[in-house]
């Protein structure tokens, strides 16, 4: 299976999980997908009343410079231990 391929599946399978990651899961999945599928940030930050907006735009900053191939591999590593931890 292609990194893409096994990308996309783990894309959706997390999505599935019995219960709910934790936030900071939920974060670093997101920071990573953002990366693996736009590359690095390339909005403003939210303004300080956008509270979950400025803490996604972080969790996506903090992949600066990380190429899309890494931020895949990166997110199905996680995206797979959060599976196993969750059940789907």
Same mark, same amino acid.
């Given at each position: 299976m292609s990194l893409q391929a096994?990308?996309?599946?783990?894309?959706?399978d997390? &999505?599935?999980v019995k219960?709910?990651?934790t936030d900071q899961e939920l974060l670093d999945l997101y920071g990573l997908?953002?990366? +693996?599928?736009?590359g690095d940030i390339n909005t403003d930050r939210p303004g300080m009343m956008d509270v979950k907006g400025k803490a &996604?735009?972080?969790a996506w900053n903090s992949r600066k410079g990380?190429?899309?191939d890494d931020a895949m591999s990166a997110?199905? +590593?996680l995206g797979k231990e959060i599976i196993s931890k969750y059940g789907m």
């Open positions: 096994e990308f996309e599946k783990i894309a959706e997390v &999505k599935k219960t709910r990651p997908y953002k990366q +693996a599928v736009v &996604k735009w972080d990380m190429s899309k997110y199905i +590593a």
